[in-house]
């Protein structure tokens, strides 16, 4: 091996798996490693898994066959939820040296110490029940946008998510450590911080899983709108039964919270929404729609949607379909259902055909694109500012208003990381 240790990071899944990824790397370089690109050589690959759907363990599996092939000598880590959930599955796969579960991941580096290619698979993980300590991570991939995790972890029991068993139970940073991690990242050049979480709208629960909120995500959002430095902030997902009439009403009227939410729904029929054991019904979700249009009629509104939920009819599908047309929602991110072990929707009959789904993925997708394009051009001809990222691509750069509408225009290196006022 090298004088100085190599290792290259992958990253599978959500916002938050990207902010850990993120600190995971700045805590080995600060050990002395040396960070390559993923599809270099290196002595380590550490693997970030999701495992919300299969396609993300299958994914998993692939990367580890590809590093086999290129660099049969290196070590392979594997952790996140995937490795939370199934670490025997994951230690007997060809390659992969150790896995980490929610509780080890941040101990990354002193595991490193001590593993040697050739040695079993080792596993340290512990029951999602043991996981109570929070653990604070942003991305700093570029100073333009920076994904910050101030919550971890879900108290919910939706009847097809792993999430709870992969990352334990509801907690939070404080709202002080998560001012003094803005600042920081205000000093660094950042323009934009992203919110994130696991169920974000909970956030005020203590590191140790406390019950009782002694703060709450709208004590968060007025606090951080007061930090210097920092010119725009988004949500990155907040449920609508948390998404208050308070916290929308503050955004309406926010100095640096960006007019965008994005809000699971996962389905439009009630039937369903009782299956997967939301929290909500469809009325409630189309009056936060219309109270966050009434103070913010440019807002853009993203929405989460599952296809093919067991029990789904064509009649639930197209209840959906229905709910999602007429609402006045800007995109959707549509996920084809696929099961998961130990969830209470494998109870649930009929099945829908996997055929089916994709079908119901398909209407989703083309509804989507045909509504952005409406909600890009009800601002056809307006002016809005837009913050500029500093990648150069085909002569290109891009950027987002403040609405999220994004932009591309011929690069100019002096509007990289600038908020420049753009005619849409």
């Known amino acids: 091996m090298s004088p100085q240790r190599t290792v290259a990071f992958h990253t599978l899944g959500c916002k938050l798996n990207f902010s850990e990824t993120s600190t995971l790397s700045r805590h080995l370089e600060a050990e002395g490693f040396v960070k390559k690109e993923f599809e270099d050589a290196a002595d380590v690959y550490v693997i970030n898994t999701c495992s919300v759907t299969d396609n993300a363990d299958k994914e998993c599996r692939q990367l580890v066959r590809r590093i086999q092939r290129r660099a049969p000598e290196s070590l392979v880590v594997i952790t ?16 992969v040296d150790l896995v980490l579960g929610a509780a080890e991941k941040f101990n990354l580096a002193s595991h490193l110490r001590d593993l040697a290619k050739g040695d079993s698979s080792k596993i340290s993980s512990c029951d999602i029940d043991a996981v109570t300590g ?4 942003w991305s700093v991939n570029d100073r333009t946008r920076t994904f910050l995790k101030v919550q971890d972890g879900c108290d919910y029991t939706c009847s097809f998510c792993t999430i709870p068993m992969a990352r334990g139970k509801s907690r939070s940073d404080s709202v002080d450590n ?3 991690h803005a600042r920081t990242l205000a000093e660094s050049g950042v323009k934009e911080i992203v919110l994130t979480g696991v169920n974000l709208g909970d956030f005020g629960k ?9 703060e709450n995500f709208y004590d968060l959002i007025q606090a951080l709108d007061e930090i ?8 990155s997902s907040i449920e609508p039964n948390l998404l208050t009439p308070e916290i929308i009403g503050f955004v309406a009227s926010s100095k640096r919270f960006m007019p965008h939410f994005h809000i699971p729904l996962q389905s439009g029929s009630n039937d369903i929404l009782g299956r997967m054991r939301r929290r909500y019904r469809r009325e409630l979700y189309a009056e936060r729609v219309a ?34 047309h007429d609402l006045d929602v800007s995109y959707l991110h549509v996920f084809t259902y696929s099961e998961r072990a130990e969830t209470k929707a494998l109870e649930l009959q009929p099945v829908v055909p996997v055929n089916v789904r994709h079908e119901r993925n398909k209407t989703l997708r083309n509804l989507s694109y045909l509504k952005l394009q409406h909600f890009t051009g009800q601002h056809r001809g307006q002016s809005r500012p837009v913050l500029f990222e500093g990648h150069e691509k085909g002569g290109m750069m891009e950027g987002y208003t403040d609405n999220y509408i994004r932009i591309q225009t011929p690069y100019r290196a002096e509007w990289a990381n600038q908020i420049i006022e753009w005619t849409v």
Request: aromatic content about 10%; hydrophobic content about 35%.
């Open 80 to 95: 996140g939820c995937y490795a939370q959930l199934k670490p025997k599955e994951i230690s007997e796969i060809p390659g």
């Open 134 to 137: 929070f653990h604070a991570s």
């Open 178 to 180: 998560v001012l003094t």
């Open 206 to 214: 203590g590191p140790d899983g406390a019950k009782q909120h002694e």
């Open 228 to 235: 210097t430095g920092i010119e725009r902030y988004r949500i």
């Open 291 to 324: 109270l966050v249009k009434e103070k913010m009629p440019h807002c853009a509104i993203g929405v989460d949607v599952i296809v093919g939920f067991p029990t789904e009819s064509e009649a639930h599908f197209r209840e959906t379909f229905d709910f999602l």
